[in-house]
């Protein structure tokens, strides 16, 4: 099983928790709002506490197109985010998603 096959197994055997949905404003930062369905997959577990992170595109059948390691500077932590489903423009719509305290990397599936 190699990294992409063991992010497919984890997407199927937990379900997807939708907690800020598409045009939704972050909890925190008001001023963000949320491009796309972003949540989490419960059961799993993140750097954060919380659950593995999952940006939810629109493309049908919901294959992984890619994930963002993130590095954020307040809350000192780093973790990733699957990006679900998502199409091209998609894609790039959330990796321009930086901020001076937030920094992420993308690594597409192949």
């Known amino acids: 099983m ?7 197994r984890l997407v199927n055997e937990h379900e997807l ?8 404003a972050h909890p925190r930062y008001t001023e963000y709002i949320y491009p796309l369905d972003y949540g989490y997959l419960r059961g799993t577990a993140s750097s954060d506490g919380g659950g593995i992170d999952v940006w939810r595109g629109t493309e049908p059948g919901g294959q992984i197109s890619a994930i963002i390691v993130t590095v954020d500077l307040i809350k000192r932590d780093s973790e ?7 199409t091209e423009d998609e894609i790039m719509t959330i990796n321009q998603y930086k901020t001076e305290n937030l920094k992420g990397i993308l690594i597409r599936r192949e």
């Open 17 to 24: 928790v939708i907690d800020r949905p598409k045009g939704s």
């Open 80 to 86: 990733i985010k699957i990006l679900l489903g998502c």
């Open 2 to 8: 190699n990294f992409w096959q063991a992010l497919d």
